[in-house]
C-alpha cells in the first residue's frame, strides 16, 4: 500500500466517529468492523486487483467494505440499488466479477456471481473478532473503484480511477477545504456517483467524523439543511438545483451553523444562486466545483466572493493543486474545448481500449482527457463554462449520453425513431411511433422501467410525423426544442381559457408554473423534473399545513390525487363518483340483477387462432373462474354502473371474447360492444349473510350458464345488486379460458383507472402478444437448448419426491417494504427449495414454477387480462446460498423466457389434445418435477379467509397426488404466504 494513503490514515487516526441513522461507532470500533469484513472478503477469495461491485446503500457497513476493499488492493463498483436489473446485470458481467457485495437479501441482478450480504449484524460480529485491518501490497496504478457513466453507444462505460488518482485528489481536496479535528463530512450522496467520493474519504483525519445520511434523509433534498444544523456537519456537498429549493431561513440556520465548507458541484451554477446563498458568505467557504468522473471527482473550483453576488455568470474557476487545463479546437468554433490533465486523470475505460484511445489524447506532451466542454478565460484567468460541444446532456448532477437512451427506447418497439434532448431543463423525447403501435407516454414510460434507472427516462414526450432537418439533411435539434416549446405551450393553454379553479388547483398552477393544469393531469406528463416537482412539494407543505414525505408529488401526480390525500388526512372522504339520494319510487326499475351486454359485430383484426390455455381449458371443459367486485356510489338507475362497465368492456378485449371451432381449429373472436343495460337486484331487505347466499347463488348459476357453452357462448358474466342506499355492489366473473390466476389484480389496477377516467392507452391485443410468443417456441428449438441439455442430464434424485413434511402446512413471513413481483417469486422458490433440501437431505431438486408472461422481445402487456400462465422449471443445488440461488433462477427466467422468448407450455401442447414424439419428450423432461410452486399473486386482506378456505380445499383434493408436492403461495398486505396443499 502506499504511504501516506488513506487507508493507512485510517490505521494511524484516532478519535474518529462514523454514523448513520442506526449505527454510531468510535474510532477503534470502525477500524474492528473494516477488519472483519476485511477478513471476510479475504476467506471469500477476494485479492488484491479484484474489482467487486457494490450494490448498496451508503450505510456504516458499506462504507467499511469499501475500505476494507481497499486494505486488500482490490476496487468498489458501486451500482445503484434501484437501477433495473439488467443495467445491474451489464456492469457486473461486464466486469466479470465473480463476487457482488450487496445490503439486500433479496437483490436480483440475474448474474452468475457468487453474491455476499451485508447486513447490520456484522457490527456486532466484529466486536466480538476482534480483527485489526491491514494494508497490502498495491500498486498505485490499480484501481481503486470503478463507475460506470452513460456511453455514447448506447452502454454505460466504466472509468477506471486508481489509487494514485484518488490519493491525489484527495490532497487537492484538502488544500482546497481544509479538514481537521472535531469536523464532520455529510455523506448523502448515492455511491455510484462520484461526488460521493469525496464524502467517503475526505473526512479521515485525527478526530474527523462522517454521518452518513439515509436513504430517505438523502432522498428528501428540500431539508439538507436542517440534517446539517442536525448532524453538527461542517462540510457539505450538493447540486445548485437542490441548493436553489432552500428558503431563505434555511440559509439563515445554515449560516449560524457548524457548516463551514458547502461544495456545490454537477451542473451549471446560476448567479441567481450566488445570491440566494449570499448569508452564508460572511460564515462558511462556499465554491462551484467542476470535474468529469473521469478525473476523479472535482478539477476546478470557484470560491464565491460578495462581489460574485452581482456578477453574470460564476466562473467554474481555476484548477487543484496537481491538475493543469489544455485547450484542443471546437467544430463549433464560438469556444475551445477543455482537456485536462494531471495525476487525477483516470487510467481510462474498463475493457474498451478504443473509448479510451478516443477520449484520452497527449496534448503539449502529457496525457489529457478530452472533457468536450466549452470554455473561456475571464479576466481574473478563471474559465467560464459555455456548455457541450456534443449532445451530452446533465441532469442533477449526472452526465447522460442520449444514445443510451434512445437505444433504449428503439428497443421498445414501440418508437421508429427518436431524439432526446433537454428543454429548459427537462428530459424531452420527440418520436416517430412504429406502425401499428398507438405509443403513448405512458406506455413508453412504462416499458423504459426495466432498462433504464429513473432519472433517465424522458418526462415530455412529443410525437411527430417526421423530424424538421437542417439544409445538409441532418435532424434539427433546435426546430425539435421549438416543437417541444410549441407542445408544452398548447398543454398549459392560456389561463383564460381554463375551467375556475379552486385554491388547491390555482396554487399547483403557480408553483409549477403550468396555468393549464388540469385536475386529473398527471404531473409527468408535463415533463416536470424532480427538483420542479421537490420545490412544489415543499410550498405545498406550507400550504397544506403538513409535513410530507419525499416524492409525495410521484405518488400523488394529480391534482386529484393531491386532494384526496389531503382530505383523507383532515378526516374527509372525499370520491370521484358522489352518491346521490335514493328516492322510493325508483326501487320498482331494479330488475333480475343480471346486466345485459350487447356485442356487436365480429372484429376480424382482432381474431386469433386461441391461446394454448384455451384449447385445453375448453376440452377438458375446465369448471373455474375468477371472480372480481366492486362497489360503486350512485344514483338508482345505476348509471355510473353502466359508465364504468361500457369503459372497462370496450377496454378489456377478454370481455368480448368467445370461443369458435372450425374444424380442427379453435378460434378466439373477439367483438365490438353495442351496450350495456344496468338493473341491479335490489338486497337491502336482507340481512349480511342473505345478501352474501344471494350473491353466490346467482355467481355460480352465472358460471354453469358459461360453463355449458364455452364455445360461441359468452366467457364472462357482469352482475349487480343494491346493498344500501346509495351504493351498487358489481360482481364480474371471468372462466380461466380468456383469464388467469393473476388477473385480479390486473383488473383491480383496470378498474381503479376506469374510476378516475385514466383508460386512454388500450392495451395490445391478444394475437400479437401470441404472435411473439410462436417466434422463439418451436418443439426442436427448445430441444436443442442447452438448458435443456442441462436439465435432461440431472441425476435421478432431482427428480425422486422424498416422503417429508416441507413446511408443516403453512409458512407465514414478514416482507420488507416494496417488494416487487421478482422478488416475490424468488423467495418462494427459495424457502421451499432450500426447506425441501435440508428436509429430504438429497443434493438437488427439480421444481416447476408457474408464472405469468408480461414481456416478449421487450414488447410488455402487464394489462393483458387473458395473457398466457406459463411454467418455469429450474433446479437447485444444496450448499447453494439463497441470494446466488435467487440470482441464478431470476437469470434464468429474465433470459430464457423473457429474454430469448421460450415458452415451454407452447411448445409442448401446440398441437393439443394431440402431441408428437418430441412434445412427449419435452414434456418429459420439463413436468416431472416433484416440486410445483404456484404463485397465485396479491390477495386483499378482506379475502384472505376464503383464500386459506379454498387452499383448505384443494388440499382435500389433492390428498391423493402420490409423485408431487405442491404449494400455493401469495401476498397480503405486508405477509407473504406459502402453503404447502399436498404431501402432508
Known amino acids: 500500500m502506499m504511504r501516506d494513503s488513506v487507508y493507512q490514515h485510517l490505521l494511524e487516526a484516532k478519535d474518529l466517529s462514523v454514523s448513520d441513522a442506526t449505527t454510531n461507532l468510535g474510532g477503534e470500533q470502525f477500524k474492528l468492523l473494516v477488519g472483519h469484513l476485511e477478513a471476510m472478503l479475504l476467506d471469500e477469495g477476494v485479492r488484491g486487483g479484484d474489482v467487486v461491485p457494490l450494490v448498496c446503500e451508503p450505510t456504516v457497513v458499506s462504507v467499511a467494505a469499501i475500505f476494507a476493499l481497499g486494505m486488500i488492493g482490490a476496487a468498489y463498483a458501486p451500482i445503484s440499488k434501484h437501477a433495473p436489473a439488467s443495467r445491474q446485470r451489464f456492469v457486473i458481467d461486464n466486469l466479470g466479477a465473480k463476487r457482488v457485495l450487496t445490503d439486500d437479501a433479496t437483490l436480483l441482478t440475474g448474474s452468475n456471481a457468487h453474491y455476499i450480504l451485508l447486513d447490520d449484524g456484522l457490527v456486532d460480529e466484529s466486536a466480538e473478532s476482534a480483527h485489526d485491518p491491514v494494508t497490502y501490497p498495491v500498486s498505485p496504478k490499480s484501481p481503486a473503484y470503478v463507475i460506470y457513466t452513460s456511453g455514447t453507444t448506447g452502454t454505460p462505460k466504466g472509468v477506471m480511477v486508481s489509487f494514485e488518482n484518488l490519493e491525489a485528489f484527495l490532497r487537492a481536496l484538502d488544500a482546497m477545504a481544509p479538514f481537521g479535528r472535531g469536523d464532520r463530512y455529510l455523506l448523502s450522496t448515492e455511491l455510484q456517483f462520484d461526488v460521493s467520493v469525496s464524502e467517503i474519504f475526505g473526512w479521515m483525519h485525527d478526530g474527523g467524523g462522517l454521518y452518513i445520511a439515509s436513504a430517505v434523509q438523502a432522498k428528501d433534498v428540500g431539508h439538507l ?19 436553489g429549493l432552500w428558503s431563505e431561513q434555511q440559509v439563515s440556520n445554515l449560516s449560524r451553523s457548524s457548516l463551514s465548507h458547502l461544495m456545490i458541484a454537477g451542473e451549471a451554477f ?37 462581489e460574485d453576488l452581482k456578477a453574470p455568470s460564476i466562473p467554474i474557476g481555476r484548477t487543484l493543486n496537481g491538475t493543469r487545463v489544455h485547450s484542443y479546437p471546437s467544430q463549433r468554433g464560438t469556444y475551445a474545448c477543455l482537456a485536462i490533465s494531471g495525476t487525477q486523470v483516470a487510467s481510462g475505460y474498463w475493457g474498451d481500449e478504443e473509448r479510451t484511445s478516443e477520449c484520452f489524447k497527449i496534448i503539449g506532451g ?135 379553479a379552486d385554491e388547491l388547483l390555482a396554487f399547483l398552477r403557480k408553483e409549477l408554473d403550468c396555468p393549464g393544469l388540469k385536475e386529473e393531469d ?126 372497462i368492456m370496450s377496454y378489456v378485449e377478454a370481455m368480448r371474447t368467445r370461443l369458435h371451432k372450425d374444424g380442427e381449429r379453435l378460434l378466439s373472436q373477439v367483438f365490438s360492444l353495442e351496450d350495456v343495460e344496468v338493473r341491479p337486484l335490489d338486497l337491502r331487505g336482507k340481512d349480511k349473510q342473505g345478501q352474501a347466499q344471494a350473491i353466490d347463488g346467482l355467481i355460480k348459476e352465472e ?153 416478449i422481445d421487450g414488447r410488455t402487456f402487464d394489462l393483458l387480462v387473458n395473457d398466457c400462465h406459463e411454467t418455469m422449471t429450474y433446479f437447485r443445488e444444496a450448499g447453494v446460498s439463497d441470494l446466488d440461488f435467487m440470482n441464478r433462477l431470476f437469470g434464468h427466467l429474465s433470459s430464457f423466457h423473457y429474454g430469448e422468448g421460450h415458452s ?72 407473504l404466504y406459502i402453503l404447502q396443499v399436498s404431501h402432508i
Open 522 to 647: 398527471d404531473f409527468l406528463d408535463y415533463g416536470f423534473d424532480s427538483l420542479r416537482l421537490i420545490g412544489a412539494t415543499i410550498a405545498l407543505e406550507a400550504f397544506s399545513g403538513r409535513h410530507l414525505p419525499a416524492g409525495y408529488l410521484y405518488d400523488h401526480p394529480s391534482a386529484s390525487a393531491v386532494r384526496e390525500d389531503l382530505d383523507m388526512a383532515r378526516g374527509e372522504t372525499s370520491s370521484h363518483l358522489q352518491p346521490v339520494a335514493e328516492k322510493e319510487e325508483n326501487a320498482s326499475r331494479f330488475g333480475d340483477g343480471i346486466v345485459r351486454v350487447r356485442l356487436g359485430s365480429r372484429l376480424e383484426d382482432c381474431c386469433y387462432d386461441s391461446s394454448i390455455f384455451q384449447r385445453v381449458y375448453s376440452t377438458i371443459g375446465l369448471d373455474s373462474f375468477i371472480t372480481h367486485a366492486l362497489d360503486v356510489s350512485e344514483d338508482v338507475p345505476g348509471t355510473l354502473s353502466m359508465t364504468l362497465l361500457m369503459d
Open 904 to 975: 415451454t407450455g407452447h411448445a409442448i401442447y401446440s398441437l393439443f389434445p394431440k402431441m408428437t414424439k418430441g412434445q412427449m419428450r419435452l414434456q418429459e423432461i420439463y413436468e416431472r418435477a416433484p416440486l410445483n410452486i404456484d404463485f397465485i399473486g396479491e390477495v386483499d386482506a378482506g379475502d384472505l379467509e376464503e383464500t386459506l378456505e379454498s387452499v383448505e380445499a384443494l388440499r382435500s383434493t389433492l390428498r391423493n397426488l402420490k409423485k408431487q408436492a405442491r404449494f400455493t403461495a401469495f401476498r397480503c398486505q405486508d405477509k
Open 225 to 243: 439543511p436542517e440534517l446539517i444544523v442536525e448532524r453538527g456537519v461542517t462540510h457539505a456537498a450538493t447540486s445548485p438545483g437542490v441548493a
Open 703 to 855: 358460471q354453469k350458464k358459461i360453463l355449458g357453452h364455452l364455445c360461441d357462448g359468452d366467457l364472462s358474466g357482469v352482475l349487480a345488486f343494491r346493498l344500501e342506499e346509495g351504493r351498487t355492489h358489481v360482481v364480474l366473473t371471468l372462466h380461466h379460458c380468456v383469464s388467469d390466476g393473476a388477473s385480479n389484480a390486473i383488473l383491480s389496477t383496470i378498474f381503479s383507472l376506469a374510476q378516475r377516467g385514466k383508460l386512454v392507452d388500450a392495451p395490445p391485443h391478444m394475437r400479437d402478444y401470441l404472435s411473439s410468443l410462436r417466434l422463439h417456441s418451436s418443439t426442436e428449438e427448445i430441444l436443442a437448448h442447452p438448458f435443456t441439455q442441462r436439465l435432461a442430464s440431472l441425476p435421478e434424485e432431482a427428480y425422486r419426491l422424498v416422503d417429508v413434511d416441507v413446511l408443516r402446512g403453512t409458512l407465514v413471513m414478514q416482507l420488507p417494504d416494496n417488494m416487487s413481483l421478482d422478488q416475490l417469486l424468488m423467495m418462494c422458490a427459495n424457502e421451499v427449495t432450500k426447506r425441501y433440501l435440508a428436509a429430504a437431505s438429497t443434493s438437488v431438486v427439480c421444481f416447476q414454477m408457474l408464472f405469468n408472461f408480461r414481456q
Open 366 to 500: 502529457e496525457r489529457c482527457y478530452l472533457t468536450g466542454d466549452l470554455v473561456s478565460t475571464d479576466k481574473a484567468g478563471e474559465l467560464l463554462f459555455h456548455g457541450r460541444e456534443d449532445r451530452q446532456l446533465e441532469i442533477n448532477s449526472i452526465r447522460l449520453e442520449p444514445a443510451e437512451i434512445e437505444g433504449a427506447i428503439i428497443a421498445t418497439g414501440l418508437v421508429k425513431r427518436c431524439y432526446v434532448l433537454m428543454v429548459d431543463g427537462a428530459l424531452c423525447c420527440c418520436y416517430i411511433r412504429s406502425d401499428g403501435w398507438a405509443a403513448s407516454p405512458s406506455a413508453l414510460r412504462g416499458a423504459l422501467g426495466s432498462a433504464l434507472p429513473e432519472y433517465a427516462i424522458p418526462r415530455l414526450w412529443v410525437r411527430l410525423d417526421e423530424f424538421p432537418l437542417t439544409l445538409n439533411g441532418k435532424v434539427d435539434l433546435s426546430a425539435l426544442a421549438s416543437e417541444v416549446r410549441r407542445y408544452r405551450k398548447e398543454m398549459d393553454g392560456a389561463e383564460s381559457r381554463t375551467e375556475p
Open 270 to 306: 446560476p448567479s441567481s444562486l450566488a445570491i440566494s446563498l449570499g448569508p452564508l458568505l460572511s460564515h462558511a467557504h462556499v465554491y462551484n466545483c467542476y470535474g468529469p468522473t473521469e478525473t476523479t471527482v472535482y478539477v476546478t473550483y470557484h470560491e464565491l466572493f460578495p
